[in-house]
């Protein structure tokens, strides 16, 4: 692994691994049981230990993401001389990012705070999912035949393959969006 890819690698994980920081300070205030999933009204339908929702959520979130980018580098490695795909720079984000969120989402609820999980979900992957689509027509023929399988045969039945992707992630994005207003 190049040492670039080692140090987002390592940045990532401690990002995944920091909101225990906030669990440990406000541990003594937090409910034994913490909800840990939600109905599309903001109700908690499941709970967990405290323990297990401070600090195995981003244990096992830090865990995913360290084997996600320790395997698409593995994959990258085998592109000759071409630079990442920004979708890839995009993506190595996207569980530290959702870790953060999820959990100050999570903590915010048993001490009172109005938080509106599902408008804060839709927001979170609709900005993710727009994001994602403009860069998913972008990527090349040759990365393509690294990350999807099975693979179209031409490059130009990937072009439209990733063209229709695209436009299927900023439509999902742009309907999650709208879906805040009705929430």
């Given at each position: 692994m190049e040492k670039k890819n080692r140090k987002t690698l390592i940045l990532s994980v401690i990002i995944c691994l920091l909101?225990?920081?906030?669990?440990?300070?406000?541990?003594?205030?937090?409910?034994?049981q913490m909800p840990i999933h939600f109905t599309i009204n903001d109700v908690p339908n499941n709970y967990a230990h405290?323990?297990?929702?401070?600090f195995g959520i981003p244990l096992i979130m830090a865990i995913v993401q360290a084997i996600c980018l320790i395997s698409v580098?593995?994959?990258?490695n085998k592109l000759k001389n071409e630079e990442k795909p920004k979708i890839l720079k995009i993506m190595e984000w996207f569980i530290p990012?959702?870790?953060?969120?999820?959990?100050?989402?999570?903590?915010?609820?048993p001490l009172g705070s109005t938080v509106y999980v599902?408008?804060?979900?839709?927001?979170?992957?609709?900005?993710?999912?727009?994001?994602?689509?403009?860069?998913?027509?972008?990527?090349?023929?040759e990365m393509g035949r690294t990350t999807?399988?099975?693979m179209?045969?031409?490059?130009?039945?990937f072009r439209k393959m990733s063209k229709i992707m695209g436009y299927s992630f900023i439509i999902m994005g742009i309907v999650l969006l709208t879906m805040i207003i009705w929430i």
């Amino acid at each position: 692994m190049e040492k670039k890819n080692r140090k987002t690698l390592i940045l990532s994980v401690i990002i995944c691994l920091l909101p225990m920081l906030l669990g440990v300070i406000l541990y003594n205030k937090l409910p034994e049981q913490m909800p840990i999933h939600f109905t599309i009204n903001d109700v908690p339908n499941n709970y967990a230990h405290k323990n297990f929702a401070l600090f195995g959520i981003p244990l096992i979130m830090a865990i995913v993401q360290a084997i996600c980018l320790i395997s698409v580098n593995m994959k990258l490695n085998k592109l000759k001389n071409e630079e990442k795909p920004k979708i890839l720079k995009i993506m190595e984000w996207f569980i530290p990012v959702v870790t953060v969120s999820i959990y100050v989402i999570m903590i915010e609820v048993p001490l009172g705070s109005t938080v509106y999980v599902g408008k804060s979900v839709c927001l979170i992957l609709g900005i993710l999912f727009m994001i994602i689509g403009n860069y998913i027509p972008k990527m090349s023929y040759e990365m393509g035949r690294t990350t999807f399988h099975p693979m179209p045969k031409s490059e130009k039945s990937f072009r439209k393959m990733s063209k229709i992707m695209g436009y299927s992630f900023i439509i999902m994005g742009i309907v999650l969006l709208t879906m805040i207003i009705w929430i």
